[in-house]
């Protein structure tokens, strides 16, 4: 057994998005973004608006990408396509040790973290936690696709109603949403480009997540029309519960107050609602935070499946487990790495590296939908981005424009993504003349 089957549907899809999205970021972000907005409520909400529109017009041009070659491996074989082996494989070197297993690192840094504040743990013991809870999604995930997306749309769908129904239960109930809250408080004196971008670092990867609904194409059921309407819908949905989010703690605490909490969600709850509710909300958060490391548990690993069946990387990778029809090796490899990460690192340091590293290779992704266009222009195109090639251009551009201002605002963290990228280079080129003399397993009963 050498192929995955197909056994997502739309429903699996949308919130494998929502669910992988939302993680920590919504619960801890905002506090930041309003600090590095000046203390302005509307540059702050603007700033989760741009965002959420770039992971949109991104979600619109990979939808067509998808529909019209829905593989294993999504924005690594759209890469591969246009721009050749070497950059695709550089993608997934540094999705495996950077983007997917820091995303999940971070996730699990955050929900240490986040148990502290229920039950005192020691740092020696907050990182036994971080490192059981990836093992946990490990475990699930090596044993079944379907068993995995159940436990997903289950979480998912607690997470995303309960920070709908506490963002509006703030919004109506708090004691900031009226002359003296956030309508009244007006943008500060000068707001820069590099201000709002360096704001924008944070909230981008609260919205980090949606592309890896890509990695599953090879796994969903009719994916010329399924993909698309999964990544553009789940996406879309994300940025009015964000908006909605956001809203809710401005008006239960303040924007002084919020900007200054590092627990905002638990913070604007218990303001409103008493300490037990904040401890209700922060178990939610748990529950949001395993969700979301869930879901890269079970997207990523076949980012790494498809590559090392192209040749370009560890051969049993391309296995699929004979009992349990997952890519089971590459799950383990991925979640091994994020244990280390999770020990090692911070909050801080781990999420700004997967932004900033992330965005170049989805500005990669981006461009590659002009590429297809004019080596496939006859090519059947189920879903045709909307907009083209203005869409897809915005994306790339402001893609781009991130990764910029982070070279120039924090040269030191860029240096490091750069340096991890390039020292892929040697190892593709091992991997590829190794795989050249290694023959692939051909499937049983071929």
């Given at each position: 057994m050498t192929e995955l089957k197909r056994t997502l549907g739309l429903t699996d899809l949308v919130l494998i998005v929502i669910g992988t999205v939302i993680g920590s970021g919504i619960f801890i972000v905002p506090a930041t973004t309003l600090q590095q907005a000046g203390g302005s409520v509307s540059v702050a909400l603007l700033v989760w608006l741009v965002a959420g529109i770039l992971s949109l017009l991104g979600a619109l041009t990979y939808g067509e990408m998808?529909?019209?070659?829905?593989?294993?491996?999504?924005?690594?074989?759209?890469?591969?396509?246009?721009?050749?082996?070497?950059?695709?494989?550089?993608?997934?070197?540094?999705?495996?040790?950077?983007?997917?297993?820091?995303?999940?690192?971070?996730?699990?840094?955050?929900?240490s973290s986040y148990l502290g504040q229920i039950v005192p743990l020691s740092p020696g013991i907050a990182k036994v936690i971080s490192v059981l809870m990836i093992a946990a999604t490990m475990a699930l995930n090596v044993r079944g696709t379907r068993q995995s997306a159940d436990v997903q749309n289950w979480t998912t769908g607690l997470k995303a109603s309960a920070l709908v129904i506490m963002g509006a239960v703030l919004l109506l109930s708090g004691t900031h949403g009226g002359g003296g809250g956030a309508a009244a408080v007006s943008p500060p004196?000068?707001?820069?480009?590099?201000?709002?971008?360096?704001?924008?670092?944070?909230?981008?990867?609260?919205?980090?997540?949606?592309?890896?609904?890509?990695?599953?194409?090879?796994?969903?059921?009719?994916?010329?029309?399924?993909?698309?309407?999964?990544?553009?819908?789940?996406?879309?949905?994300?940025?009015?519960?964000?908006?909605?989010?956001?809203?809710?703690?401005?008006?239960?605490?303040?924007?002084?107050?919020?900007?200054?909490?590092?627990?905002?969600?638990a913070d604007a709850v218990g303001a409103l609602l008493g300490p037990i509710a904040g401890k209700i909300i922060a178990a939610i958060i748990l529950v949001s935070m395993f969700s979301a490391a869930n879901g890269i548990a079970l997207t990523a690993p076949r980012l790494y499946y498809s590559m090392a069946r192209d040749g370009v990387f560890i051969r049993k990778l391309a296995e699929v487990h004979p009992r349990y029809g997952t890519p089971a090796n590459a799950v383990v490899v991925c979640s091994v790495w994020a244990m280390v990460l999770a020990t090692t690192g911070t909050f801080?340091?781990?999420?700004?590296?997967?932004?900033?590293?992330?965005?170049?290779f989805y500005a990669l992704g981006g461009v590659a939908i002009f590429v297809y266009r004019r080596k496939q222009p006859n090519a059947l195109r189920p879903f045709r981005v909307p907009g083209y090639p203005i869409t897809p251009m915005l994306f790339v551009l402001a893609a781009a424009a991130v990764v910029i201002n982070t070279i120039v605002t924090q040269p030191g963290r860029?240096?490091?993504?750069?340096?991890?990228?390039?020292?892929?280079?040697?190892?593709?080129?091992?991997?590829?003349?190794?795989?050249?003399?290694?023959?692939?397993a051909a499937p049983p009963d071929a």
């Open positions: 998808g529909a019209m070659n829905p593989d294993a491996g999504g924005l690594y074989v759209y890469i591969r396509d246009a721009f050749g082996e070497l950059p695709a494989f550089l993608y997934g070197w540094t999705a495996l040790l950077v983007i997917a297993s820091g995303s999940c690192a971070t996730l699990a840094v955050a929900f004196a000068h707001v820069s480009f590099s201000m709002f971008a360096t704001a924008m670092i944070g909230v981008l990867w609260a919205y980090e997540g949606w592309q890896y609904a890509t990695f599953s194409a090879g796994e969903t059921r009719d994916p010329q029309r399924t993909f698309p309407r999964g990544i553009i819908f789940g996406t879309a949905c994300l940025i009015g519960i964000y908006i909605l989010a956001n809203l809710g703690y401005i008006a239960a605490l303040g924007p002084l107050r919020a900007s200054q909490s590092t627990r905002i969600a801080e340091q781990l999420f700004t590296y997967v932004v900033f590293v992330g965005w170049i860029a240096a490091l993504g750069l340096t991890v990228t390039a020292v892929g280079v040697p190892f593709f080129f091992v991997w590829r003349a190794y795989a050249r003399d290694v023959p692939v």
